[in-house]
């Protein structure tokens, strides 16, 4: 990553938009609390405008836009506002508390928007740009201006309402691609050419705004960037209406890490990007997609055997920044059917188990196995793994296959191989439940006088496809012994539980045998 280099004509400002642009889009309201939330920490991560609604659309938009004016301590508190003078009247009225605040008034310039939107001729248009630029500006010194839906607007007409907003006082001026249908190229020739072509075009900041109806709203903004724009509206994981707007986690970090190609700079507090992501989902109850740029859960998860292993070895083989940049405390090696060897040993070392190279090789066969039939491998996952590679190296009774009949119709019939000091027996029997049949299958297989004192069941991660974990303790000659296994099978599960039990009595029994011969009995 390069170090940004500051100077003043390469600030970006970044306005973000989602609590207006973001919360209109369908399904993405939120309470008063949740916007002055998300408000206080837009502000404190270093958003230099914070639009915080549209304050004539409802008294509920007004009350929300004039607290966060009212509490915002650094960044400049926006409100949206139609052209009619009573629209900018109450913005002017929601915002006035702030410490700085700002007029955003708009008005549609395109041929389609105009004659269907409007129904006014561009000449009334035009004078409608003056007359609501000059009602805003006789409020605050503050005004931004944007042609809506600029991107399919005649190149002419929009020079002239350009030069006469700025002309009646707009400071800002923002040309959105309303409906995300501009391509990164003639975006970013569109502000080349209006800022070469209006006269007074130097007296304003000029503004990207980009829907994300092609998937360019990211890529349009950077250009209008590269076009002599200078603000970036954008919103917190690009929620906004439709296909949403530019997202502002992805234009910041684009700057940052792209900083020899994009040289340009803003104030936002990059680590903060995770946090904001997750509170405005979950203010907004938008999941964020998996594989979002920079803030989905993927974003630095490593599943591929491949892929782990050039992580292990140098982080920058995958990853072309650190998470720890974006907020997330570290980069995840997700276990799964396609991770490999040094995958699972750099998790086991993570978890803090140290196995010789055998135990390994069969927690791996292990792993693959389970991975095979489970979509998820947790670390509790792998614990589990390793708790039974330990406790069955010593086994004289494995379990080699079990099949269990159940269902409404018993009584329940269970079928099962053992491996008993390397010799395989099999035996079928049935119970009332599957459960009781499994066991009374042991029962048969190794005669014991071990009474079932416990019968335990739970799941080790969450999902029906998780681990069932059960736990078995067997008393014989008053001295009880507990054992746990886990498999995605319960009743496996509990086979394997009951026949470690089995097997810890049989040890113990072996060392009694052991020591009474030594003494001589
Ligand atoms: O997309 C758009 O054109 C807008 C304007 C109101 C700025 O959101
Ligand atoms: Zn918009």
Redesign the pocket.
């Known amino acids: 990553m390069t170090t940004p280099n500051q100077s003043d004509k390469d600030r970006v400002v970044i306005f973000d938009t989602t609590l207006r642009?973001g919360e209109q889009c369908p399904g993405a309201t939120m309470t008063f609390e949740e916007k002055l939330e998300v408000a206080n920490l837009l502000d404190t991560m270093g958003v230099d405008i914070i639009e915080a609604g549209y304050p004539f659309a409802s008294d509920g938009d007004f009350e929300a836009v004039r607290e966060i004016a009212k509490r915002t301590k650094n960044a400049v508190i926006c409100g949206?506002s139609r052209a009619a003078h009573k629209d900018i009247d109450r913005c002017a009225e929601a915002i006035r508390v702030a410490k700085r605040g700002r007029i955003h008034t708009?008005l549609s310039t395109s041929p389609v928007h105009m004659k269907y939107k409007l129904q006014m001729e561009p000449a009334q248009v035009y004078e409608m740009v003056i007359s609501s630029v000059t009602r805003a500006r006789n409020h605050t010194d503050d005004v931004e201006w944007?042609a809506?839906?600029a991107t399919r607007t005649e190149f002419d007409f929009l020079c002239r309402c350009v030069e006469a907003a700025i002309k009646a006082g707009a400071t800002t001026i923002?040309l959105?691609d309303?409906v995300g249908y501009a391509v990164p190229e003639e975006y970013c020739d569109m502000f080349k050419r209006i800022r070469e072509t209006v006269p007074n075009s130097d007296k304003a900041v000029f503004s990207v705004?980009c829907?994300d109806d092609l998937g360019m709203a990211v890529a349009n903004s950077l250009a209008g960037v590269r076009g002599g724009a200078r603000q970036i509206e954008c919103t917190i994981n690009g929620i906004g209406?439709r296909a949403g707007n530019a997202s502002l986690e992805e234009v910041v970090m684009a700057m940052r890490v792209r900083n020899d190609k994009l040289p340009y700079w803003n104030n936002i507090e990059s680590t903060s990007l995770t946090h904001a992501s997750k509170m405005v989902s979950a203010a907004t109850s938008f999941p964020v997609q998996y594989n979002k740029a920079i803030v989905g859960r993927n974003a630095f998860a490593h599943e591929s055997g491949i892929h782990q292993d050039g992580m292990i070895k140098n982080a920058q083989t995958y990853e072309i920044m650190l998470p720890e940049t974006v907020g997330i405390s570290a980069t995840s090696l997700v276990m799964g059917k396609h991770s490999g060897r040094a995958g699972l040993i750099h998790k086991l070392e993570e978890l803090g188990y140290k196995l010789s190279k055998n135990q390994i090789e069969d927690v791996f066969v292990r792993f693959k196995a389970l991975a095979d039939r489970k979509k998820d491998i947790y670390d509790e996952d792998i614990e589990a793994l390793v708790d039974q590679e330990m406790a069955s190296s010593h086994d004289r009774i494995r379990l080699v296959s079990l099949t269990v009949i159940a269902g409404t119709h018993g009584p329940q019939r269970a079928t099962m191989k053992l491996d008993i000091d390397g010799q395989v027996k099999i035996e079928e029997a049935e119970g009332n439940g599957p459960v009781d049949a499994t066991f009374n299958c042991i029962k048969s297989l190794v005669p014991n006088e071990a009474k079932l004192e416990l019968y335990q069941v739970h799941a080790v991660t969450a999902g029906t496809d998780a681990q069932a974990e059960v736990s078995v303790r067997l008393s014989q000659d008053g001295r009880s012994v507990t054992a746990r296994a886990a498999d995605p099978d319960t009743l496996v599960a509990s086979a394997k539980a009951y026949l470690s039990a089995l097997n810890k009595i049989v040890m113990k029994n072996h060392r009694d045998v052991q020591v009474m011969a030594e003494a001589g009995h």
Do not use: R
């Open positions: 642009d949206l708009f944007s809506e839906d923002n959105p309303t705004h829907h209406e």
